[in-house]
């Protein structure tokens, strides 16, 4: 399913418009990125939770030579099923 599937869907299944639809998910996906963006957890029941996690710096070698290659810290954003979705899923 593509964003765009979803916006169709969220049109059809709420009796909105395409562009109240596309607007309702872009809003939805917006907020979370930005909760993200902000060290915030978010936590959907049934659904899951999104937060970020925190990686050190490290220096690997690279395959297939002995050069070694830095990898600066960063932060990720993780997803972890909850529930619902891990039974549906099975």
């Keep these: 399913m593509t964003k765009k599937d979803l916006i169709e869907l969220v049109a059809q299944k709420a009796r909105l418009s395409k562009k109240a639809a596309k607007s309702a998910v872009e809003t939805f996906l917006s907020e979370i990125m930005k909760a993200l963006s902000g060290g915030e957890v978010v936590k959907l029941s049934g659904f899951g ?6 990686f050190k710096a490290k220096t690997i070698k690279a395959i297939g030579s002995k050069e070694a290659k830095k990898i600066v810290a960063r932060r990720m954003p993780r997803y972890i099923p909850g529930t619902k979705i891990k039974k549906m899923v099975k």
């Design 49 to 54: 939770t999104f937060k970020t996690k925190m």
